[in-house]
């Protein structure tokens, strides 16, 4: 084959705007409740620990927001990021579908989570504050703050999950590199920490405590914020940059997905790239579009979990949001892609799959490895062991095309690389990563 596989969308050609998916949302969202009198949280409730820039984000009902310059400015440094067809990935699997990606990984830090990190850390520059506070999984939301921070010149203190700390340590150097204090949750350091140790001391950590542990931490000082990488609406709006350019650069190249898939933590990069295209479909012009959010069978929220008010931390702290949740004090098993790890998902898009407006599915971490094993044969790259959730769907879509001859245009996000995840390939290529819901291994051995 001779024709171009990337479709490259033009510097001057960005994105102005963000767009938020609550001005077209048909049902309005349940507000978030104050953890303590569990009345509608206010903006004042949540300027202890927020600028005021980004609450009005947060419940922000106008259509298109715009990018500040010195956002967009950074955002140069990296984007647009590259759309790739998939194309010896769709020979390799004999499928008459088309699959193109939005390659995340061609950013700074390796993942999407940058197009926010900016983003915060420019709206807490500017309201003064000196230094931020938050949680990570895997590290990669860690890393993008961290170099947002040094970029803007802030102090970053992170709480790390202590198995993700273990797992991948160069993530942890990656994000010392960036001049930030790296913690491994649950620390000795706050109350929360304390709490959890006494009574399970071998704890792995969760993403739930790592929040507890940063909030208490931001709320002690004045000059001191906490930034959250996902769940939050504010947080989706600013990774809508990415489907805002994902239709730019299908249009270039005559096309309109029919499914649109992306792998789901707290659902920031999901909502990212499905959110410009689940436009279309709330305002009715594609009725027809599918959009599907992939996460781990051990951590299924959306699958297999409840529809209701929940903490977004293990202590507690956060308001009440109303979401698809397995429970605040749910601790995940330690499958190896940590930023999946997350009991809850945002609100908007819980809110979307509850009135249908979108799908979900769930896999395995084996068959997930062995699906990013395949993609990395074909494409090249070495996908974030989260984002391969988003490939194995993918190909099982693909495959699915196959058996019925439709040549069906799919698009998923490709959110991160994984090439500070090798350990965990290692682990997988000598056979010691294990599932952990019983469920049968691997089915469709069609995909190799
Ligand atoms: C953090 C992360 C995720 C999960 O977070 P979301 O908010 O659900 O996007 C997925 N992929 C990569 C590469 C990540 O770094």
């Known amino acids: 084959m001779s024709s171009n596989k990337?479709?490259?969308?033009?510097?001057?050609?960005m994105p102005t705007h963000y767009y938020n998916v609550l001005a077209d949302v048909p049902v309005p969202m349940d507000p978030p409740l104050h953890p303590g009198t569990k009345q509608p949280a206010g903006p004042q409730d949540l300027a202890a620990i927020f600028p005021m820039d980004l609450?009005?984000?947060?419940?922000?009902?106008?259509?298109?927001?715009?990018?500040?310059?010195?956002?967009?400015?950074?955002?140069?440094?990296?984007?647009?990021?590259?759309?790739?067809?998939?194309?010896?990935?769709?020979?390799?699997?004999?499928?008459?579908?088309?699959?193109y990606f939005?390659?995340?990984?061609?950013?700074?830090?390796?993942?999407?989570?940058t197009n926010t990190s900016y983003a915060q850390a420019y709206y807490n520059k500017k309201a003064g504050i000196k230094r931020l506070v938050t949680e990570t999984g895997a590290g990669q939301w860690g890393s993008a703050l961290a170099m947002a921070c040094k970029h803007f010149g802030m102090e970053c203190e992170i709480f790390m999950v202590k198995v993700s700390y273990n797992q991948k340590p160069y993530r942890r150097t990656f994000m010392k590199l960036f001049g930030a204090s790296v913690h491994a949750s649950p620390t000795t350091i706050t109350n929360a920490g304390r709490n959890v140790l006494a009574k399970d001391p071998?704890?792995?950590?969760?993403?739930?405590?790592?929040?507890?542990?940063?909030?208490?931490?931001?709320?002690?000082?004045?000059?001191?914020?906490?930034?959250?990488?996902?769940?939050?609406?504010?947080?989706?709006?600013?990774?809508?940059?990415?489907g805002e350019e994902a239709r730019l650069q299908m249009e270039m190249v005559n096309e309109y997905p029919d499914i649109v898939i992306?792998?789901?933590?707290?659902?920031?990069?999901?909502?990212?790239?499905?959110?410009?295209?689940?436009?279309?479909?709330?305002?009715?012009?594609?009725?027809?579009?599918?959009?599907?959010?992939?996460?781990?069978?051990?951590?299924?929220?959306?699958?297999?979990?409840?529809?209701?008010?929940?903490?977004?931390?293990?202590?507690?702290?956060?308001?009440?949001?109303?979401?698809?949740?397995?429970?605040?004090?749910?601790?995940?098993?330690?499958?190896?892609?940590?930023?999946?790890?997350?009991?809850?998902?945002?609100?908007?898009?819980?809110?979307?799959?509850?009135?249908?407006?979108?799908k979900a599915s769930a896999y395995e971490?084996?068959?997930?490895?062995?699906?990013?094993?395949?993609?990395?044969?074909?494409?090249?790259?070495?996908?974030?062991?989260?984002?391969?959730?988003?490939i194995k769907e993918a190909i099982a879509q693909a495959l699915r095309c196959k058996e019925s001859g439709e040549a069906k245009t799919i698009l998923f996000n490709l959110s991160g690389h994984g090439f500070l995840d090798l350990g965990s390939y290692e682990m997988y290529l000598d056979n010691q990563l294990e599932n952990y819901t019983g469920q049968p291994e691997f089915t469709d051995a069609a995909v190799r």
């Open 102 to 113: 939005k390659y995340e990984g061609a950013n700074p830090t390796g993942s999407h989570k």
């Open 202 to 242: 071998d704890s792995p950590g969760s993403l739930g405590i790592a929040i507890s542990e940063a909030i208490e931490m931001a709320v002690q000082r004045d000059d001191t914020n906490y930034s959250l990488g996902s769940v939050l609406n504010h947080v989706l709006l600013h990774q809508t940059i990415i």
């Open 6 to 13: 990337i479709v490259f969308l033009e510097q001057s050609k």
């Open 365 to 390: 971490q084996t068959e997930v490895f062995r699906a990013a094993q395949l993609f990395a044969e074909t494409e090249g790259i070495v996908p974030a062991p989260e984002s391969a959730h988003a």
């Open 262 to 358: 992306g792998c789901v933590g707290g659902g920031s990069n999901f909502g990212g790239i499905a959110y410009p295209f689940l436009r279309d479909k709330l305002t009715g012009t594609k009725k027809n579009l599918e959009v599907i959010a992939v996460e781990p069978a051990s951590c299924p929220t959306l699958t297999k979990g409840k529809y209701e008010y929940d903490f977004g931390d293990e202590a507690g702290m956060t308001p009440l949001l109303k979401m698809y949740t397995l429970g605040h004090d749910f601790i995940p098993p330690k499958i190896h892609a940590g930023g999946l790890r997350y009991h809850g998902a945002a609100p908007s898009i819980s809110l979307l799959y509850n009135i249908g407006a979108i």
């Open 55 to 99: 609450i009005l984000q947060e419940v922000s009902q106008e259509r298109f927001i715009e990018i500040p310059d010195e956002v967009r400015d950074l955002y140069r440094l990296s984007r647009p990021t590259p759309l790739i067809r998939a194309a010896i990935l769709e020979n390799k699997l004999d499928t008459p579908a088309k699959i």
